[in-house]
């Protein structure tokens, strides 16, 4: 199987490409920092290299994992549903959640919620409203782990451990820090060092939890999914009869 035999180097890759583009935010952040990436080129490098720009870098390999992400997943529930499992629908739920995190990565939605929650809530000038689109996402992340909780029970011990500290991990940054790195920049009214710093930490979390997640998702299916396969061969369907 083609998928099943290339996991391992997907993986090397994966994280590879996670520690270089970690590697490179962080290391362009200290260099602004310390006023060594002035004028114009300067400037571009560190728009380019860091996590705070929606044209970055950072942004455009957390879109790529979101993606890749999906694909396994609606690959997984399509195997599912061929083989008539009780699970697909557990799996076409998860699927559906990669694909409103996908739809996510459009700053608009941010800028929708915030709208609607502040036009019936008032226009306070707590940083909860000016950042309201946490809520809702935190509403939806709540509602989700209730109805995936049997879900999770039913996969390997070493898949639902793997699932659940991915997912912690990347709410925790796209939901808490981000909430912190939204109050500093309400309260500075610019983009300081520290919320620069606050937003770094939240992109390097969810790119960290993306990854775990995906390394456990090809690890459960090496483990439970023998007949999934990017290509149907002829040898595929011979062997089903």
Partial sequence: ???RKNTDLFTRILFLSLLIVLSLNHIVFFLHSAGLLTGRMGYKIFSHLTVDFQSGLPTFFNTLLVLIAFLLLLT???????LKSDRVYDWLLLTLAFLVLSLDENPDIHDYFVSVISRYGGRGQSFVMTYAWGMPYGAIAILFVFFLVRFISSL???????????GVIYVYGAIVVATVSSDILHIRTDHSI??????SYEESLEMIGLSLFIYFLLKYIRIEEAS???????????SVH
């Fill in 1 to 3: 199987m083609i998928l």
């Fill in 76 to 82: 997984v529930s399509l195997n599912k549903r061929n």
């Fill in 156 to 166: 390997p011990k070493i898949i639902a451990i793997g699932f659940l500290v991915s």
């Fill in 194 to 199: 520290w919320h620069e710093l606050a937003a």
């Fill in 228 to 238: 999934l396969s990017i290509e149907k061969t002829s040898a595929n369907v011979i």
